[in-house]
Every structure is written in C-alpha cells, then in structure tokens.
C-alpha cells in the first residue's frame, strides 16, 4: 500500500517534470505517508509548515480565524498538491490551519529532503518551481475571484470548478469559503 500511494505523488511530479531515474528514486525514498482521521488538524496555525502534501484519498481544507469568523482558502480533495506556502519557503509560523473533512490519506515530502532533492537534482528544481508557479497562479485566481465577484456570481463558480465537493462538505464550509453567511447562501441556492 505504501507504494502504490508514493505513486500517485510520483505520477503528480512527473506530471510536472520529467524526473530522470536517479531523482525518482531519489524522490520516492523520500515520501512519507499518513492517515488522519476526520476532523483532525494536519498543521496548526502558529506553527511552521514543513511538508508539501499529496491527498491520496479524503478531503481537507485550509482557513484561518479572525475574532468573528473562519475563512476558508481552499478545498483540496484527492490528486491535488499543496502546502501552506508562505509558511513553508519563509519558515515562519502558519497564519493557517489544514483540517480533514473526511478521513484522509496523505503522502508527504519534508522540507529538508526537498531542500536536498533540489540540491542535486535539476529535475527536482524544475518540479518545485512549477509547483510555486502553480500555486501561485491559483492564489491569484481565488484572490480576484473573491474581490471581483459577487456571491451568486461565485456560488456558481464553486459549482462549475468544484461542483463535485458539495455532497462532501458542510454549507457553513461552503458558505466560509465565499466569504458570505450561510444565510446568504442559503438564499443564493434557493434561486
């Protein structure tokens, strides 16, 4: 089993790059898996994120808390990379959390094997590289969403992109995701 879900990690990176073989096994030597119950917290907030994730299987999410409410970044359900970026290439506490919504298998590589993979590997800098493109592409976009965007106009963006969460998460996460009061969701749905 530990193999097969360093694959789909491995499958992502190669997606990305084209990792020659001493880098894949490089690579592959380095992954770490995890299963995490529903509700569990991944990181945090206040400490450093250290491991870029692979979500093998479950659904999680990334949100913060202000005095009054959550808001939620980002879903991330199975196939999907992503870390809490800042707080991973600056090394400062995260402003973040990442929570499970259901139970959830992850892969994970460590900063520091990272760190050494880029070191020596080409391959693997092209990989990370393209992986901080990527998510910094789609910051940008969930950004201007938000900003640019009113709430029905966004609900039915959620339901295009990610339509296939909705059965899979609450509509308070839904509704703290586009910034509006389940109230006003629920408004926005019986349209």
């Known amino acids: 089993m530990e193999q097969a879900k360093a694959l789909n990690f491995m499958d992502f990176a190669a997606s990305l790059t084209d990792l020659e073989g001493e880098a894949k096994e490089a690579l592959a030597s380095k992954l770490h898996t995890k299963q995490y119950d529903k509700g569990e917290l991944i990181l945090e907030t206040g400490t450093v994120c250290n491991r870029?994730?692979?979500?093998?299987?479950?659904l999680v999410k990334t949100f913060f808390y202000t005095n009054t409410r959550e808001f939620i970044m980002r879903f991330f359900p199975e196939g999907k990379m992503f870390t809490v970026l800042d707080s991973f290439l600056?090394?400062?506490?995260?402003?973040?959390?990442?929570?499970?919504?259901?139970?959830?298998h992850i892969?994970?590589?460590?900063?520091?094997d990272l760190e050494q993979l880029c070191a020596r590997y080409h391959s693997m800098e092209t990989f990370f590289r393209k992986l901080l493109s990527m998510a910094a592409l789609n910051m940008m976009d969930r950004i201007g969403n938000t900003l640019e965007e009113k709430a029905q106009v966004a609900y039915h963006r959620f339901l295009k992109e990610q339509g296939k969460l909705l059965q899979r998460i609450s509509l308070a996460d839904l509704a703290s995701y586009l910034g509006?009061?389940?109230?006003?969701?629920?408004?926005?749905?019986?349209?």
Do not use: C, K, M, W
């Not at 600056?90 to 959830?104: A, D, F, G, K, M």
């Not at 892969?107 to 520091?112: I, K, Q, S």
């Open 180 to 191: 509006i009061t389940q109230v006003s969701l629920s408004r926005i749905r019986s349209l």
């Open 90 to 104: 600056t090394r400062q506490p995260s402003t973040y959390s990442i929570l499970t919504l259901e139970s959830t």
């Open 52 to 58: 870029i994730y692979f979500i093998d299987s479950g």
């Open 107 to 112: 892969t994970y590589l460590n900063h520091a």
